[in-house]
């Protein structure tokens, strides 16, 4: 059984940055991808970043040069640091990591950008 946590999140005007982090508990975190996903009211769950296990990233087109994922695995935790934010940024952020047989996400932490 694997536990996602999330924290971080908080109110900040535009232009201001926030580092988001989820703490994971159980064995496989070290060799498994993990994701941040955000979801806004009214809107759909949207994937946001991705690390792998040696660290390769992938963010959608909509943060990239804005925000930036890192992991420590000593730590097993995953960060998203988020500068130069913006109103639309406003959502629940999520980590995830699912794999053969198991989807595990955390509970979510709220970020809200004010303009």
């Known amino acids: 059984q694997v536990q996602l946590v999330e924290s971080g999140g908080g109110l900040v005007q535009a232009g201001g940055s926030l580092r988001l982090s989820c703490a994971a508990s159980g064995s496989i975190f070290s060799t498994n991808t993990i994701y941040w996903y955000r979801q806004a009211p009214g809107n759909q769950r949207d994937w946001v970043a991705g690390?792998?296990?040696?660290?390769?990233?992938n963010y959608a087109d909509s943060v990239k040069d804005r925000f930036t994922i890192s992991r420590d695995n000593a730590k097993n935790t995953v960060y998203l640091q988020m500068n130069s934010l913006k109103p639309e940024d406003t959502a629940v952020y999520y980590c995830r990591t699912f794999g053969s047989g198991y989807d595990y996400w955390g509970q979510g932490t709220q970020v809200t950008i004010s303009s």
């Open positions: 690390i792998t296990s040696s660290g390769s990233t």
